[in-house]
Structures are given as C-alpha cells and as structure tokens.
C-alpha cells in the first residue's frame, strides 16, 4: 500500500475571533467575546503518522458548491478521472446546506453545467417559472445525480485536514472522513472551498476582507411556514435575550417565497470572521439567537401567522479567504466592463458589498455606485500564484473585495469553476504545467460549451 508520512503540528491556541464589534449590535452576544483557550503559541503537540494514499485522480476538486460541482462535471467531461471532496453530506453548498435558495445575476448562457442544473431543476419541478428561485433540496439530488453521471467519485461528510507542497506543486491532500485520515494523490487541484482552504494550507499567499480585515457580513437564513390563525403562537418567549418590537430596531432583513404557504427568512450577522474556527462558532450562534428576536416581531407586533420550522446547518457566508492568482481582479475592472485576452467567465451581478460594520441594509458604497456592466473574468484570477498545480473557483478566486461583491454569486461562480475543469482536464491530457496553457484554447471551449463572454451586450435579464 502506497503510503505518505506527514508531521503535523497542532496549536491549541486559538485566535482571537472578530465578532467583537457584533457583540456591540447585540447585548446577548456579550459573553461570546472572551478569548479561550491556551495563550501560548509555544503550546504545541506533534504527531507522525503515516497516512494511507486511498485515492488517485487526475483532477481533485475541494468543495462541492456550485463552483466545485461545475470543475468537477467540466473535467470529468473532457475525459479526465475526478474527485470531488465535500466536507457536509450533500452538494451545492450555501444554495443547499446554506439555504439561499435563488440565482443572482444572469441565468441565460452560462454554460453547459449550469444549463443542465437548470434543466434539472424544471424536471423536478423545482424552478419557479418566472423567477431563479428554487427548491433547494431538490437542487442537492440534481447536482448529485449531474455528478454520478459524469462518473465523478464523490466523497461526503469529508473535510479536508492538510495539503503536501513539494516544489511549489501539490502532490496529495489529507482528508478526514468516518474511515480516518487517508490521503488523495492528484495531479491538479482545484480549490473551491469558499475559504481558500486547500491555499490556506497549503501556505500559499491570501488575502481577507477590507483594510482593517473585516470580511463581508454573514446571512442568517431561516424557514416559516404559514398556518391557520387559530393555530397563531409567539414561539420567542419575552425574556430570550432581547426580541425586536419595534420596525426600528429589525436588523437587514429579506424574505421570499419558499413554496406553499412558506417564506424564507434572511437577515444579516456582521462582523464574524469565516476562517476563524471560534468566531464561525460564536456567528451561529449569534444567529440563532438573533433570528428568534427577529420572529418576535413578526410573530407578537406584525401578527403575522408564521410558525418557524427550521433554520439552515451552515450560517450564509459572503467572503472566507481569498487566493492571491497570477491576476487580481479589482473593482476598477468591474467598473470599466473589461475584457481579458485570458477571459474565460463573466459576470453581470451589481456590487453587493454590504456595509460590515452594522446589521442594517447598508452598502460599502453609495447606491448609485452599486452597478457595474458586464465584465470577464480572466484565466489568471483562477490560478493561484504560488503554486504549479492549483486553480481556484468561486468566491476564493483572486480579487479585491469590492470585485468579489459582485463576482460571487452561484452563475459567475459556476462559470469559474466550469472554466478551471476545463483548463485541469486540458493540461493532465498535454501533460504540462498549468501556465504552458494555451489560454485561448480554454477559452473557445468554455464558448464551445455554450457560455457567452461577449461583454459589449448584455441579451439577458440580469437577477437580483
């Protein structure tokens, strides 16, 4: 049995989170802010083990949300053997596990993988007709089932735990599932974790937030369903910590349809860091805390006849950590609509950078700099700049965090992550470095495949 040995240090120190400001929105987050845990970074243990090499592959894609599932299926149709690692026990990450259950952006002409989600979707009936809204579960069968018949190896409930580096490429990834500690051995890795997960790991060079650090505010998404008015409860008792009673005082709050006689609820939890074990922590908790001060208001002073059912298991997440790529995609690109010679996805959707600092519906920018037109996104903001072997895909891509506002959403995601298999599947076959590509021949696949990235007109409506 092939086997690789891997030192592995681990700290019990943890870092201090960054919901310190969040505490400040909310009196019943105060207790979440004491750091915990030893104080000494010299407080460390060491393993060595050795590790199993369970799998091969020529591609192995990290995260199986909409960017991760679209690598996957775009590779494992240009021929090559897939792995997809997805650390919850289903794909399509915060449109399934995380509930936001809507495309943003343009829907039309995104490709062929995203064609057929679509398609999917319509033949469950899971699609509402005149808008990108969906059923989310369903979206989790549609996904799998695109990726069983592709003949991608899926490996669920699976987190991935350390990266081996040797000569600026990846030669294995560690992962953690119900078997143990066993390794996968690639050939090109794509990150799609949200969080720049395999990159972070890896050691390679990220980047995180604004300025001062602070990444784009977290998403709460809740479920209610409606119920006959004799049947109307509060379910917030009045001393849960502090329930709203006055329009005033609600946090962002949006709501939609979520089928018959239902709505989703999502409202917006700022200042928590993703990549930081402790502050993701105290963020669902938050919440959840949160979200029945929230249904308060529209339970006991709206009268409204909802019942709450269920809340999404992963708290919506905007910004993690992104990758530094051979090109940073900036703000100034989007504004300016700008086409690359290396352009191989596009995106439509306005800057949806939400204010940080407060709960409310407030933006980085003023509104009337919101829009952008449409613009590409180049190959080069899909590899990572430290490495041989690793493409990036979806809200991990290299950009500025204005760019990424915009870029995020699941269409400009998936049209990444459909133009990184690509380009993985294209070099394991030319048997060559990522960057002896010939760009323009990922290019006119991702055209052959049924994307637009004509940036000069804009054919389709753009969803928001």
């Known amino acids: 049995m092939n086997m690789t040995t891997r030192r592995i240090f681990l700290k019990s120190s943890l870092a201090l989170p960054c919901g310190a400001l969040a505490t400040q ?68 990450g915060m449109l399934t596990t995380g509930g936001v259950a809507n495309f943003c952006g343009q829907i039309e002409e995104q490709g062929e993988v995203f064609d057929e989600i679509l398609s999917g979707l319509k033949r469950f009936k899971a699609l509402e007709e005149d808008r990108p809204v969906f059923h989310y579960e369903m979206l989790a069968l ?159 002073i709206e009268k409204k006849n909802w019942r709450f059912t269920n809340w999404s298991p992963i708290i919506g997440i905007r910004e993690g950590c992104r990758i530094v790529g051979d090109y940073v995609l900036t703000v100034d690109d989007l504004r300016a609509g700008k086409s690359f010679d290396d352009g191989v996805a596009r995106g439509t959707f306005y800057l949806d950078g939400h204010d940080p600092t407060n709960d409310k519906r407030t933006y ?30 979806g809200r991990c891509f290299s950009a500025d965090q204005l760019a990424l506002s915009s870029a995020r959403v699941s269409t400009s995601g998936s049209m990444m992550g459909q133009a990184a298999g690509i380009a993985a599947a294209m070099a394991v076959r030319k048997k060559c470095n990522i960057r002896a590509l010939d760009y323009s021949d990922v290019r006119m696949e991702v055209l052959h495949r049924g994307a637009q990235l004509d940036v000069s007109v804009q054919r389709h409506q753009i969803f928001g």
């Open 142 to 300: 549609v996904l799998q089932e695109m990726l069983l018949k592709r003949g991608v190896k899926l490996l669920l409930h699976t987190p991935l735990v350390e990266v081996i580096v040797k000569n600026r490429t990846i030669s294995e990834c560690i992962i953690c599932g119900k078997s143990g500690m066993e390794a996968i051995r690639g050939k090109i890795f794509i990150d799609c974790s949200g969080d720049a997960d395999v990159a972070r790991f890896a050691g390679f060079a990220t980047m995180k937030g604004d300025a001062a650090g602070r990444q784009l505010p977290m998403s709460q998404m809740s479920f209610v369903r409606e119920i006959d008015p004799q049947n109307v409860c509060v379910q917030t008792p009045e001393d849960f910590y502090t329930p709203v009673k006055n329009e005033t005082d609600l946090p962002m709050t949006s709501i939609w349809p979520d089928g018959p006689g239902g709505k989703a609820l999502k409202i917006k939890i700022p200042m928590f860091d993703a990549t930081s074990t402790e502050s993701l922590t105290q963020a669902e908790i938050t919440a959840r805390r949160r979200m029945m001060e929230v249904l308060y208001y529209y339970q006991a």
């Open 364 to 393: 980085i920018l003023p509104k009337d700099q919101l829009h952008v037109p449409p613009y590409q996104i180049p190959m080069r903001s899909l590899i990572a700049k430290d490495a041989d072997n690793l493409f990036m895909a």
């Open 25 to 92: 929105l909310n009196a019943q987050t105060a207790q979440l802010t004491g750091q915990t845990g030893s104080k000494s970074d010299t407080d460390t243990i060491s393993i060595g083990r050795k590790i199993p090499v369970r799998y091969h592959a020529d591609v192995v894609v990290i995260g199986g949300g909409i960017a991760g599932v679209s690598a996957a299926c775009a590779a494992a149709t240009s021929g090559a053997s897939v792995i997809l690692v997805e650390r919850f026990g289903e794909t399509g």
